[in-house]
């Protein structure tokens, strides 16, 4: 028997409990902050027990870890690294999808020690990004090839048919972690050049890109550079890892930077208060018209859409962000007959041994199901189950930190993703086929070169 603690009953827990209870002998808890969402959860399975358990007390979490083999993570990013410290003390593996932060690198050493398996960036972006990208570099590695250039993108979006509001965008989870996102800074690789994008330059940077026959935009995503070693791919000159969104976001999301939304500073509204009342106290209260006088035509509609220059109340929140997420969640949600969508996709420059270049594009489109799961849901949550019962199997056994960058992990994950209709369907051109700037021009465009 096999006994497994899943840590939060949020957006992506049903798809891993679901996976993880096809196999008899796989014992799962399922503990969450608010037991009743976890009964909820757990009573869809035959035989996973539901808990209370706050993860931010971590006496608490080391006491329930006791006789378990698994732990998998699926609350915010912020509590990962005192669960891991609560999994190393109690020799307990642990599985999260989210990126490896500086405070989990820190617990590298005493995760070695301890003798268990540590993964993360297991889920979507980062995830299968990891997994598809990898085989593609191993197989140019084997044959004496290099990798030149590397760009990936990524984006969870709704369906085409189901896209039908000014953002191009809808929020299937809270969106203040979409939000929080656009506020970091950038950095990627271009020509052996370091660039880097400050935060509130990331929606400018913005270009335009046509991915599996949809009109869409990119922006670079965190830091890029540092998976040049991560990949093994040392000779890369260029490398980008983006966020892919419908085209016209990240005009709009500019349009709120500049009305201070998406600042996460302390506020003390007034009771009552409206959305233009609440423009003017962010905004120095200066006039209407002066406000708007900076925005473009396509922000100033779709702010307008949103209701932000409305006499609608505001919700009482301490940041601007939080109030802005509060009316993104109501005009913003995913209606019960609606569909989300994934998009991800690799374009590689690489050189045979004997000089000659060749490009290879690999491309993951998922939709989601109304009556099932979301593709967001699906595509983050199955990596994650995939990967924990490869642990629990011991197939994959690597004591410490680990990202799933090895062959013993995407080889059968790959597999296994590809058995549950997530399969990355990849192409290969050669110079008759596609010219070089042809295919480059696909991969960036002059705002690489800032």
């Not at 509001?165 to 271009?190: D, Q, T």
């Not at 990849?426 to 070089?436: D, H, M, N, P, V």
């Amino acid at each position: 028997m096999k006994n497994i603690l899943v840590l939060g009953a949020g957006f992506v827990a049903e798809p891993v409990v679901e996976y993880l209870s096809r196999r008899s002998e796989n014992q799962i808890t399922l503990a969450n902050y608010v037991l009743a969402e976890a009964k909820n959860l757990a009573s869809k399975f035959s035989g996973v027990k539901a808990i209370q358990l706050d993860v931010a007390n971590q006496d608490e979490v080391k006491k329930q870890l006791k006789g378990f083999d698994l732990a998998v993570s699926l609350v915010p990013a912020p509590f990962h690294a005192a669960i891991a410290k609560a999994c190393i003390a109690t020799k307990v593996s642990m599985v999260t999808a989210s990126y490896e932060s500086d405070e989990m690198r820190a617990l590298a050493k005493e995760a070695k020690d301890a003798d268990i398996t540590i993964l993360n960036e297991i889920g979507l972006d980062p995830g299968i990004d990891h997994l598809s990208a990898m085989q593609i570099i191993d197989k140019a590695h084997e044959k004496g090839e290099s990798i030149d250039c590397f760009v990936s993108w990524c984006g969870g979006l709704p369906a085409p048919e189901f896209n039908d509001n000014p953002l191009g965008y809808k929020f299937s989870w809270a969106p203040k972690a979409v939000l929080m996102a656009l506020l970091n800074e950038a950095k990627y690789l271009h020509q052996n050049k370091a660039v880097e994008v400050s935060s509130d330059q990331l929606m400018d940077w913005t270009q335009p890109l046509e991915v599996s026959g949809l009109k869409l935009e990119g922006y670079p995503n965190r830091e890029s550079i540092s998976y040049k070693e991560v990949y093994g791919i040392e000779e890369s000159s260029t490398l980008l890892r983006g966020t892919l969104r419908y085209q016209g976001f990240s005009e709009i999301i500019k349009g709120a930077h500049q009305l201070k939304l998406l600042s996460t500073e302390t506020i003390e509204t007034a009771d009552n208060m409206d959305w233009l009342e609440f423009l003017k106290l962010l905004n120095a209260n200066k006039k209407l018209d002066k406000l708007l006088l900076n925005l473009s035509v396509k922000a100033k509609e779709a702010l307008t859409w949103l209701g932000c220059f409305s006499h609608t109340k505001i919700s009482k929140k301490s940041t601007p962000l939080d109030i802005f997420c509060d009316l993104l969640v109501e005009k913003l949600q995913y209606l019960n007959n609606e569909s989300d969508m994934v998009v991800l996709q690799h374009k590689f420059v690489i050189t045979k041994a004997s000089g000659e270049e060749y490009f290879i594009s690999s491309t993951l489109k998922v939709i989601g199901d109304p009556n099932g799961y979301s593709a967001m849901s699906k595509t983050v949550g199955y990596p994650v189950a995939i990967a924990s019962q490869l642990i629990l199997d011991g197939a994959f056994k690597k004591a410490g930190l680990q990202l799933p960058v090895s062959k013993e992990l995407y080889q059968p994950m790959l597999k296994c993703l590809k058995d549950e209709g997530i399969d990355c369907v990849e192409k290969e051109y050669t110079i008759g086929e596609k010219s070089r700037k042809g295919f480059l021009s696909e991969l960036y465009s002059v705002n690489l070169k800032r």
